[in-house]
């Protein structure tokens, strides 16, 4: 149980287009997803907190207009890269938290490799 | 300041030796503890996780952690490393009320035959 999946894996575009994320918990609901960033060799680095019916919240630092993220059911959150550049090129990985669960206690996607060219 | 730090970037062990990776942390309370594990090019899974009770926590794999709060650490440790464990280990902690997981930088974990 408490599978989250993402997709695409992995996503090559064109430099000013859009790529958008999928980030699904396949057995649970998950009231707050969480979208990071992970540079080669780094850790992740918190970029929003996704509450479901809500406006996310983005960290210090991250453009709320270059990143959006919606939730808009208890099992699915997507982020959208608009406009992507090749400084936008990222490992974007997704969790959830499942419903109830206690704070922390976080399933991984699989993560999604952007290459903007 | 909330922090975790993993003191080592990278460790070396031979297959079949024991293994033990570091994680200090910060927090103004006690905190909820993990261990995360992360393969090349794949999310993370969970190790294990300290909540309250036992300081010495069981987790998948064959992997232990105990939690020293005196030392404010919580160190995984396994007997006998294989080949397989090689990957990036992530040390974590959360509040107790908040939702919010702060990861140390990790220590990727290299196993020579």
């Known amino acids: 149980g408490a599978v989250v999946s993402q997709h695409p894996s992995w996503v090559i575009c064109k430099s000013g287009t859009s790529v958008k994320i999928e980030c699904r918990s396949l057995?649970?609901?998950?009231?707050?997803m969480f979208w990071y960033r992970q540079f080669p060799k780094q850790s992740l680095m918190l970029m929003a907190t996704?509450?479901?019916?809500?406006?996310?919240?983005?960290e210090q630092g991250v453009e709320k207009d270059k990143f959006l993220i919606n939730h808009a059911s208890l099992t699915l959150s997507t982020l959208t890269v608009t406009s992507a550049h090749p400084e936008d090129s990222s490992f974007y990985i997704c969790?959830?938290?499942?419903?109830?669960?206690?704070?922390?206690?976080?399933?991984f996607g699989e993560g999604s490799r952007l290459t903007v060219l | 300041a909330q922090s975790v730090t993993q003191p080592d970037i990278h460790i070396t062990v031979s297959e079949g030796a024991s293994l033990e990776l570091r994680c200090n942390y910060s927090?103004?309370?006690?905190?909820?503890l993990f261990w995360y594990v992360q393969s090349p090019g794949q999310g993370l899974q969970l190790l294990l996780k300290?909540?309250?009770?036992?300081?010495l926590v069981q987790g998948i794999k064959g992997f232990e952690a105990e939690f020293k709060r005196s030392q404010s650490s919580f160190n995984l440790r396994k007997p006998s490393v294989h080949w397989s464990d090689a990957a990036e280990y992530f040390c974590?902690?959360?509040?107790?009320?908040?939702?919010?997981?702060?990861f140390g930088a990790g220590t990727r974990l290299f196993v020579k035959a």
């Open positions: 974590a902690v959360a509040g107790t009320g908040g939702f919010k997981t702060i």
């Open positions: 927090y103004g309370a006690t905190p909820y």
């Open positions: 300290y909540f309250s009770g036992d300081t």
């Open positions: 996704s509450n479901e019916g809500s406006k996310a919240t983005y």
């Open positions: 057995d649970f609901q998950a009231t707050t």
């Open positions: 969790s959830a938290r499942l419903r109830g669960g206690a704070a922390g206690e976080l399933f």
